[in-house]
T-cell receptor, first 110, second 110 residues
Framework: DGGITQSPKYLFRKEGQNVTLSCEQN?????MYWYRQDPGQGLRLIYY???????QKGDIAEGYSVSREKKESFPLTVTSAQKNPTAFYLC?????????FGQGTRLTVV | SQQGEEDPQALSIQEGENATMNCSYK?????LQWYRQNSGRGLVHLIL???NEREKHSGRLRVTLDTSKKSSSLLITASRAADTASYFC??????????WGAGTKLIIKP
């Protein structure tokens, strides 16, 4: 069953903690993306990676970090430097011109 | 980055009626994609229209693209309750980045 898997579906973080969101794809796509979505809003690009061991900052990268050690995996770490991390996080992968999304992770700071 | 705009922001219609959503953008594009998002879920790819195409159909969906006006429309015919969702258009620029607006929230009343 091919696709993009994000985990966990729900994540709670205490203030000052770092948390890592998982994104795995078995579509053999080179490009992967992380987006943030706030209520009633569109998607904002956090980081993207066009190829293994390379990634670029998006529009709102501050307070986030990523790695791309394997083609299949693109984890996102929300650091304590991110002042307002409560949001819905979406991972996507792209082949040619078509992008596919995971089911998202809802992160809440408690 | 958010340089797209959907119109209207919200649309409420009776089941069986047609729903039309519009989208405008500012940059040159490679193609334009429409996505659906059910509440709290990931995005589902609906249809892709290339910059050299003017109209495309998929089932009950009809998409038009006018690159001279930098606009697109999505028509859903014979709407069903299951069509209730938010709809996003996502133009893809020459760097293969998707451009997002805030979406149109569609409600189908039974």
């Amino acid at each position: 069953d091919g696709g993009i898997t994000q985990s966990p579906k729900y994540l709670f973080r205490k203030e000052g903690q770092n948390v890592t969101l998982s994104c795995e794809q078995n579509l053999n796509h080179d490009a992967m993306y992380w987006y943030r979505q706030d209520p009633g809003q569109g998607l904002r690009l956090i980081y993207y990676s066009q190829i293994v061991n390379d990634f670029q900052k998006g529009d709102i990268a501050e307070g986030y970090s990523v790695s791309r050690e394997k083609k299949e995996s693109f984890p996102l770490t929300v650091t304590s430097a991110q002042k307002n991390p409560t949001a819905f996080y979406l991972c996507a992968s792209r082949y040619s011109t078509e992008a596919f999304f995971g089911q998202g992770t809802r992160l809440t700071v408690v | 980055s958010q340089q797209g705009e959907e119109d209207p922001q919200a649309l409420s219609i009776q089941e069986g009626e047609n729903a039309t959503m519009n989208c405008s953008y500012k940059t040159s594009i490679n193609n334009l994609q429409w996505y659906r998002q059910n509440s709290g879920r990931g995005l589902v790819h609906l249809i892709l229209i290339r910059s050299n195409e003017r109209e495309k159909h998929s089932g009950r969906l009809r998409v038009t693209l006018d690159t001279s006006k930098k606009s697109s429309s999505l028509l859903i015919t014979a709407s069903r309750a299951a069509d209730t969702a938010s709809y996003f258009c996502a133009p893809m620029d020459s760097n293969y980045q998707l451009i997002w607006g805030a979406g149109t929230k569609l409600i189908i009343k039974p």
